[in-house]
């Protein structure tokens, strides 16, 4: 009867990891260089802006996506929105917490900077703070 059970079981682990290989995996296009803002249109589909061309680092991309997330605040749109890019292949994702980078528009997101306590961006772990005494 555990055999049985133990054999079932694996036939179910092994299913559910082919049928996870088959998600819609969504993935970045690569343009040398190119700073893309992603925007989803109505149906569903996402479309890709350049914001800047001859871009050297992903930083740099972050960058020139959060100063267009803050023009975008200025005309309006709520700070705690977000804001997706892409460069070479990968995702930018502006939250209000950071910016965090995948490999897929639905994978897992990994962090890349962080918020100061002024707003200003900073790698993880730069900025340390005294205990209190």
Do not use: H
């Not at 960058?63 to 997330?69: D, F, K, T």
């Amino acid at each position: 009867m555990s055999k049985t059970v133990l054999a079932v079981a694996a036939v179910l682990a092994v299913s559910s990891l082919a049928l996870a290989g088959c998600e819609k995996q969504t993935k970045a296009p690569f343009e040398q260089g190119v700073c893309f803002q992603v925007a989803t249109n109505k149906d569903g589909t996402l479309r890709y802006n350049p914001v800047e061309r001859n871009v050297p680092q992903m930083e740099l991309c972050a960058a020139a996506l959060e100063g267009a997330r803050q023009r975008f605040v200025r005309l309006g749109q709520s700070n705690s929105v977000g804001m997706v890019g892409a460069y070479q292949g990968s995702f930018i994702f502006l939250e209000k917490e950071g910016i965090y980078v995948g490999q897929t528009y639905e994978g897992p997101r990994f962090m890349s900077l962080v918020r100061t306590g002024d707003g200003r961006l900073a790698v993880p772990g730069a900025i340390r703070r005294e205990p209190s005494q």
